[in-house]
Nanobody, 115 residues
Framework: VQMVESGGGMVQAGGSLRLSCAAS????????MAWYRQTPGQGRTLVAR????????FYIDSVKGRFTITKDNARSTIYLQMTSLKPEDTAIYYC?????????WGRGTQVTVSS
């Protein structure tokens, strides 16, 4: 199993980024995929999740209305469209299943939002 995240970068507050996560080695149809983030000194926390089979989604309150999680069935890829970014969104973003499997963590992608 491999998760490869990409798309992070540095943006000013109010900007947008689109993260991608290519998942391989999974029977993804039956899974819930999720984006997590981690700030220095903190553990990884759930940001959003998407159930592959029916596209149902969940977002934490702080990103509702600003982030959108989507998927590409053919590419086994999930995306996180992030808009109206805030400095508190600064973190390393990871994808994994939900619940997360400790063996599936990738390297993540850094998102830095300046004020």
């Amino acid at each position: 199993v491999q998760m490869v995240e990409s798309g992070g970068g540095m943006v000013q507050a109010g900007g947008s980024l689109r993260l991608s996560c290519a998942a391989s080695g999974l029977t993804i149809w039956y899974l819930t995929m999720a984006w997590y983030r981690q700030t220095p000194g903190q553990g990884r926390t759930l940001v959003a999740r998407l159930r592959w089979m029916d596209n149902s989604t969940f977002y934490i309150d702080s990103v509702k209305g600003r982030f959108t999680i989507t998927k590409d069935n053919a590419r086994s890829t999930i995306y996180l469209q992030m808009t109206s970014l805030k400095p508190e969104d600064t973190a390393i973003y990871y994808c994994n299943t939900d619940p997360a499997d400790a063996c599936y963590w990738g390297r993540g992608t850094q998102v830095t939002v300046s004020s």
